[in-house]
């Protein structure tokens, strides 16, 4: 059950880290193995890789920025890492499957 907790210590570090590259290296210490199994168990327990998981989850906090009134599409995008808002919006319709531009 140690594993456990040290994966769900990994997950807690990444959601405070959300906006940063995360340090792979601290997240496979958390979680009491290497960065590179970190990811192997990340992958196999949540079916889908740390990337991924990064990406739909910064997705999903960014819909929810952009619903606030006044906010502005390129804020939103320089936010979550994108250098344009036309990569923001390709990355967006990926996970949502709607357009913003």
Request: aromatic share 10%; with cysteine; charged share 25%.
């Amino acid at each position: 059950m140690e594993w456990v907790q040290g994966m769900n210590e990994a997950v807690n570090y990444i959601e405070e880290h959300i906006l940063e590259e995360p340090d792979l290296n601290e997240l496979g210490k958390l979680a009491g193995c290497s960065a590179h199994h970190f990811q192997r168990i990340f992958t196999y327990i949540g079916g889908i890789t740390l990337t991924e998981y990064l990406r739909k989850r910064r997705m999903s906090l960014a819909a929810v920025d952009l619903k606030k009134e006044n906010t502005k599409v390129i804020d939103v995008a320089l936010k979550y890492g994108y250098d344009s808002p036309t990569a923001f919006n390709r990355a967006f319709q990926m996970v949502h499957g709607i357009s913003l531009l």
